[in-house]
């Protein structure tokens, strides 16, 4: 048991990765649809490149989308519009009528019983089929439905139904020809103090109604049977062939697969997916190995992979003509500002494979954003300069929509019937891809990683760490400032980060704050502490300002990565003064009393650092530099280093060091102003 869980200590991260590779590899499955995928790929107007296809099963033809919506239209425009009507209204305004026409004809007049009777007829009349309450927006010929009681009473067309706006109208043609002017008036002013609306829409039956007959409405039309020929080689799909070809495809993944083979197309599904994030762990294990050995990292690129592949999910499930909305070029973004850009395109790339399965039109889909993640990282450079970042964005979403022009222009032939809503879709999805400036800080904060924009607020020298150490020890900060310098130089030259190496110059002796006057150029009054000192006392006072600047660093949050650089910028190396004045009096001394902790250097810009810094450091001992004096200066100081191993876990080469050292010797000379020595 004991061994067992030794075995598992030592091999802990190994077993993390695995632990995480399965775990990723089951929740994009889980992501995925559970059916089979067409073998077959066929677009209209292109010839079927297959063999001739004759039908696997019995399977019907699914109509169109746009026969179904002529059917609906049909159905909607032919669909009866149901009213309610108050049947007693008609004699509550007869009893009325009787009561005002006295009231308004209370003189005696030739022609009261016929005007009564005339009045008695117009009611009738009115409401033989119905007053609206309100205008509605129905043609005259939609049929209507008249209900009481929720039974039927008539059936007939809207045009048979009085509005409300129809009345002054309809009572002046009843009363023109027989009536006076004077009782023609008093007529209409009596009906309108009686006449009430007696239908009003009932909404709620109207719409149940259009729902049960849109409900009837086939999806198909027609079947195809058995060994049935579909299409033959080279011949054109046509809209006929594309229909059944695509009735075919969606039976064939809905019904053949969810039935019989779902548990295969599972175990499918997942060895592609597990063989993808395969090729990524190797990937990163043979070219990235300081990413490989570092679990938060590993978490960190999978995490993404998956975020993408859930958000595109997410949109497809919703609505898969927002497809284009994803901005999945901020993957490669994040990745090369964290990482590098060999690294956010092979994880872009694995990633749009992945996608390729889930995605319509899976084709277009992957080489427009293998495309866009290509333009994405020849294009982002600097990120941390918003303009660039604009400038790209601006220049992704052009690609897009050239690829998808291009795209469409292949299969419909023309441009006529172009959907410029899509080219929308592209412009929001680059004003989301803007949201990688907040999401890499937030990454930075969660995941503990450092980006170039942090890199670059912290080359502030004004920044409260930076101030304190030009306070306190003025030649240190003077010293960094100028290894600052020659090591971005060096970077520059040989292609490394040159945003992290300058930084980590600038902190790499923050530790000397703490006894500043024991380090020479801090020393301005000619007063040395280090006479007081035995010569084990001042190496241990001189090695002990790397300690105490990483402890300086964490208290002030530095990263990791910065950290690294006071960690390693003396490696292993001996404070060969003090070692030397000590061995002149103790032949019995042991020489790691006198050497820094290390580690040694295990990357190109620590190892930079280390060679700036000795340099730097040592140059101010010249006396009456020339220039052969210093090419040979800078030769022995980084020949020691190199015969002394501390370059042997960082991974540059002999051809790198020799331009580091060619970068450093020009430097120098311009430092001291030296000019060419000519010939006497």
Not at 7 to 25: E, G, P, R
Not at 214 to 233: E, F, P, V, Y
């Amino acid at each position: 048991m004991k061994e067992l869980l030794n075995k598992w200590y030592k091999n802990h991260a190994l077993v993390y990765k695995i632990l995480l590779f399965l775990l990723t590899t089951l929740f994009v499955v889980y992501l995925f649809p559970k059916t089979g995928k067409f073998r077959y790929s066929f677009e209209k107007g292109k010839p079927w490149q297959s063999e001739s296809l004759l039908a696997p099963f019995n399977f019907a033809i699914q109509k169109t989308q746009e026969e179904i919506n002529e059917e609906q239209l049909e159905i909607e425009n032919n669909a009866s519009v149901y009213f309610d009507i108050d049947l007693e209204i008609p004699k509550t305004i007869k009893l009325n009528y009787i009561t005002k026409f006295n009231e308004v004809f209370n003189d005696s007049i030739s022609s009261k019983t016929d005007l009564f009777k005339q009045g008695t007829d117009i009611i009738e009349t009115l409401y033989e089929n119905g007053i609206l309450d309100t205008d509605y927006p129905y043609s005259n010929d939609k049929p209507v439905v008249l209900v009481a009681s929720n039974t039927v009473e008539k059936r007939l067309e809207y045009k048979g139904l009085i509005e409300i706006n129809q009345l002054r109208d309809r009572l002046e043609n009843y009363l023109a020809k027989s009536t006076s002017a004077e009782n023609k008036n008093r007529m209409i002013s009596l009906f309108f103090d009686i006449v009430k609306p007696n239908v009003t829409l009932n909404e709620t039956l109207t719409k149940t109604t259009l729902e049960e007959d849109l409900s009837q409405i086939a999806l198909t039309r027609g079947s195809i049977d058995k060994d049935q020929l579909i299409i033959s080689k080279g011949q054109v799909v046509e809209d006929e062939e594309y229909n059944i070809l695509k009735s075919l495809k969606s039976e064939y993944e809905s019904q053949v697969w969810n039935t019989a083979n779902y548990n295969w197309v599972l175990v499918a599904y997942t060895l592609l997916v597990a063989l993808a994030l395969l090729m990524l762990l190797l990937f990163l294990q043979k070219y990235r190995l300081e990413v490989f050995q570092n679990n938060t990292k590993v978490t960190f690129i999978f995490f993404n992979i998956a975020l993408m592949i859930l958000l595109t999910t997410l949109v497809i499930n919703y609505n898969s003509q927002y497809i284009y909305v994803v901005p999945l070029c901020i993957l490669p973004l994040v990745l090369k500002a964290f990482f590098d850009a060999r690294l956010g395109l092979f994880s872009h790339v694995l990633t749009v494979l992945l996608l390729g399965f889930i995605v319509p039109n899976s084709y277009e889909y992957m080489f427009l954003q293998i495309i866009a993640g290509i333009v994405t990282i020849l294009t982002v450079s600097e990120l941390y300069k918003r303009a660039n970042l604009f400038i790209s964005v601006g220049q992704i979403t052009l690609i897009y929509i050239i690829a998808y022009f291009a795209f469409f222009v292949i299969h419909e032939g023309q441009i006529t019937t172009l959907k410029w809503d899509t080219f929308g879709l592209f412009i929001l999805c680059g004003l989301a891809t803007l949201f990688v400036q907040p999401l890499i800080y937030i990454y930075e904060k969660i995941f503990g990683l450092v980006s170039d924009v942090s890199l670059l607020e912290l080359s502030d020298t004004n920044t409260k760490l930076l101030k304190e150490l030009s306070n306190k020890a003025p030649g240190t900060f003077h010293h960094s400032l100028n290894v600052a310098n020659l090591a971005e130089a060096s970077a520059n030259e040989i292609g490394a980060n040159a945003m992290l190496v300058r930084v980590g110059a600038l902190y790499h002796d923050i530790g000397k704050m703490k006894n500043p006057t024991y380090f020479t150029e801090n020393q301005s009054n000619g007063i040395n502490p280090h006479d007081e000192l035995s010569s084990r006392e001042s190496a241990m006072v001189i090695v002990d300002h790397v300690l105490n600047g990483i402890e300086i660093a964490k208290k002030y949050n530095l990263p990791d990565r910065v950290i690294d650089f006071i960690r390693t910028h003396h490696g292993t190396s001996v404070v060969y003064y003090f070692y030397m004045k000590e061995k002149a009096e103790n032949d019995s001394v042991k020489i790691e009393d006198f050497s820094y902790p290390g580690p040694k250097p295990f990357s190109k810009e620590t190892a930079i650092l280390m060679m700036c810094d000795s340099v730097e450091a040592a140059s101010k001992s010249l006396k009456e530099p020339t220039t052969t004096k210093i090419n040979d200066f800078v030769e022995n100081i980084i020949n020691k280093q190199m015969e002394s191993g501390q370059f042997l876990n960082a991974n540059i080469t002999f051809k790198e060091i020799q331009s580091i050292k060619k970068v450093l010797k020009h430097k120098l000379a311009n430092i001291y102003h030296l000019r060419i020595e000519y010939p006497e």
